[in-house]
């Protein structure tokens, strides 16, 4: 019990449930490992007792915990007209220059877009994005669609956060009584209410004010400090935030595509930011397209091979240069000779060629490789008095966190990509022998950070071009679930993971074995020590080019599965989040932004989390063949039943792409590659009964009639075009459409449960018979257009028998463990 008890203050759960009415106890080992990662030494029974005593002594005497959040008013829509250049900084909490509290932008327009936006910014194991069923929990009832905001007062709702779980513990664990001090109570006034009589607040805002009440203050993250009669002092960091993220501007549907999959006649052998650029210029102006979904675009760990995903990053706050298109920045104009210009472009050339015409893989290393030459040249070229003031001022922003990720890359090109295994002096991004290296190699430093602004200058043009083209969203960018543990953030953040652990999945009826997806987690106590500081920067380096963000596996923010390294994922435990604070600095950056949030939560997700996510205006994603009356009948869920508050789909990177599925291509592709754990037949007669109770539904509402493009109802094009017109029936106010889906593409860019077996992240776009598709060709593609016309003809309708995008969304019928389709 004191254990279980220690557990429970840390927020770390002593048991969990893997399906309805069943728990499952963490061993005492994994639990004591987890603690120990957030210090707390709980080896021994005399341990645990010391620490126990130390904990509930802590919680009970201090005036403050760390991180204190309240709710406040109610943001704009996205898409609201505002003055996207009015500024005015004043320095905030954590020292980092703040935009005023405006209206907010519209999405992707959270600052203005010069050539330079400038603010402080294969083979793989089973992947976070993966996202399989959560652990079993009975499926939550998905609420309807929450009133809007009602103007309550600006301290309307708060929580504390102290960064050891503070609301209620996970499924399965214990509840023990709270000592006083506890953050129990979500309440700020309750929290201040605890504080001794007679206690003085001064807070000082990061609008620069200075206040003694807690009422009516401005949006932000400011700095929170109480006195007590007896002269005990406290400071916290005070996270006020709109209750609700800006909202979805009118009903919208978009493109769905993996940048590097998508080759144009000018890449270098995988897709690039050029590429992108005139996706999203053309999707927008030809197609009506209101948004482009994309991968990361995280950096990559360097190394040959390169690890393909796009999952397991060296560093999400800075995106990966290999997607530059090289042509595009202005220097290249000047590089070097000119037959080592030619001799390169003659190598890209090639290099193209050899994935669209002689049935080569995209290989990352190549291309880098050349890029790396290229880039090089680019370097030696002076910049121009206005290009090298832009240079200048992003280095000046970016500050330390990019001087720690460019040093960590040139460090990376003399001892490797694991950070783990330098020189041990190397190995503290704040030693004087790092320092010492830093000067030696500031060469190389410089020209890692130059990538960085090129990268950041081009995205930013994408969205741009998007926005340029009518889009009201733009670009969807993607959070990943967390970085490699040998990367740039690793290194450079070391305070903020916990040493020795990975996130994971515990086991269930999908992987009974779980799994390890070989990420560090970040410490919940330290980023409430920090005011959730680098959680901070790191959304706002996203959202500046961004007019949504996706985050994959949105239920992170509430808990993460730790595992011990080197145990297997069986033996790992659930660690809480403040939800709350996280929530709240999400809301914050978003609004400043003027950007949607998308979460992926699909699978069994544990109760309230979908009603927490709903209530502060975060989309989810809805999945065509999960959504089926699970609590029912199990049959297809009609359209008028779907939430309205998602993004739906008809597939997602990780799925079979929708020709693959209707025809039943992927069971045979799984069986060939021996993943199968049923007989073929099995798989084969459950596939096909599963496609046909959905054709059966689509029969009956009338979707399969008056197929566009001349095709018969039976056609595998015709039902995919059907099943779009399902999905606009649905209220879903965003609709995805799975690019590839648009040229009969059959192969799935990863297949989960594969290492080497299947060339997952490395396949381009290509058509019903495998072979590759330019953007080129895809603009000219009688099948696509075909489609888009479905799409955008049932968006005249906006919901024949859906309801529309305003009705109330449907309880959530989300797939329980195991049921889930492959």
Partial sequence: MPLSRLAALHGVATSFSPSPGRTVAASDAAVVAVLAALGVPAATPDAVRTALTARETELRERLLPPTLVSWSGAPTAAGSDHDAGARESAPGADGDERAPDENPPAPGEGRPAPDVIRHGLGENPPAPHEDRPEAGESPPARGGDAPAPDGSPSVARASVADGSAGAAPAQGDPDPAAPPGFPGDSSLASALAALPAGTRLRIRTEQGETRASAEQLPLGVHELEATAPDGRTARAHLVVAPTRLPAAPGRTYGLLVQVYSLLSRRSWGMGDLGDLAELTAWAGRALGAGFVQVNPMHAAVPGAPTDPSPYRPSSRRYPDPVYLRVEDVPEFAYAGEGDRVRTLLERAERQRESVLNKGA???????WELKREALELVRDVPLGPGRRAAYCDFLAEEGEALEDHATWCALAEVYGSDW?????????????????????????????????????????????????????????????????????????????????????????????????????????DRLAESGYAPYRRLLRALFRYAGALRIDHVMGLFRLWWIPQGRPATEGTYVRYDAEAMLAILALEAYRAGALVIGEDLGTVEPGVREKLHEHGVLGTSVLWF??????????????????????????????????????????????????TRPVEEERAEAATDVGEWLALLARLGLLQGTAGGQSEDSEEAQIQALHRFLLRTPARMIGVWLPDAVGDRRPQNLPGTWDQYPNWRLPVADAEGRPVTLEELAASPRLHALIDVVRAGRVGEMRGGGGPDSGGASPRTAPPGARPD
């Avoid at 893989?361 to 291309?367: K, N, Q, S």
């Fill in 627 to 676: 959504e089926r009356d699970w609590d029912g009948t199990g049959l297809p869920l009609p359209p008028e039943s779907w939430r309205a508050d998602c993004l739906a789909t008809a597939t997602t990177h990780d799925l079979p792409p929708t020709a693959s599925r209707l025809t039943g291509d992927h069971v045979e592709l799984r069986d060939r590659l021996g993943l199968l």
């Fill in 361 to 367: 893989l995209i290989d990352r290393d190549a291309v």
């Fill in 420 to 524: 783990q295994k330098w020189p041990a002096a190397l190995r503290d991004p704040r030693s004087a022998e790092t320092a010492r290296a830093r000067g030696e190699l500031m060469d190389r430093v410089d020209f890692h950070s130059r990538l960085a602004w090129l990268t950041d200058a081009q995205l930013a043009t994408a969205q741009r071009s998007a926005r340029d083209a009518g889009m009201g969203v733009g670009l969807v960018h993607d959070l990943a679930v967390g970085v490699h543990p040998g990367g740039a953030d690793a290194w450079a953040q070391q305070e903020y993971f916990a040493a020795g652990m990975s996130v994971g999945a515990p086991p269930d009826a999908f992987s009974v074995q779980g799994q390890d997806w070989g990420l560090p987690p970040w410490r919940p």
